[in-house]
């Protein structure tokens, strides 16, 4: 019983150093360049970034204009519609949302309107 066991764990023993030795060799070779196997809209994102987009999908959060009927704060968007949260007052729990049309500026609850301006997408 004892003999089975050693041969147990030489076995193992042997087998965990060739696998450690077989990785170690990957370690100092470098992944290519994401950009040289990205595609599609991975690959237009990073062509952004790059371009010193850092926000090419107007995913950040807006910071409120004026907001008067006069000068609302501005939504960039690709399509005709965007849906857009108000945070009403600074403190608020909850967040107020809206549709906001191509060329008819909204007006939120708390008296705040937004307009929707034409962006080219990626």
């Known amino acids: 019983m004892a003999s089975l066991c050693r041969q147990i764990i030489r076995a193992n023993a042997l087998k965990s150093t060739l696998f450690t030795t077989a990785r170690r060799g990957y370690a100092d070779k470098m992944m290519p360049d994401p950009l040289e196997h990205a595609t599609g809209l991975e690959r237009?994102?990073?062509?952004?970034?790059?371009?010193?987009?850092?926000?090419?999908?107007?995913?950040?959060?807006l910071k409120k204009a004026a907001g008067t009927r006069d000068n609302p704060t501005l939504v960039p968007s690709c399509f005709d519609a965007r849906i857009v949260g108000c945070i009403c007052e600074e403190h608020a729990t909850s967040i107020n949302w809206l549709w906001v049309h191509k060329d008819h500026p909204r007006r939120c609850e708390c008296g705040h309107w937004y307009k929707l301006i034409e962006k080219q997408p990626l």
């Open 44 to 61: 237009k994102e990073l062509l952004a970034l790059q371009a010193g987009n850092d926000d090419p999908f107007n995913m950040k959060v």
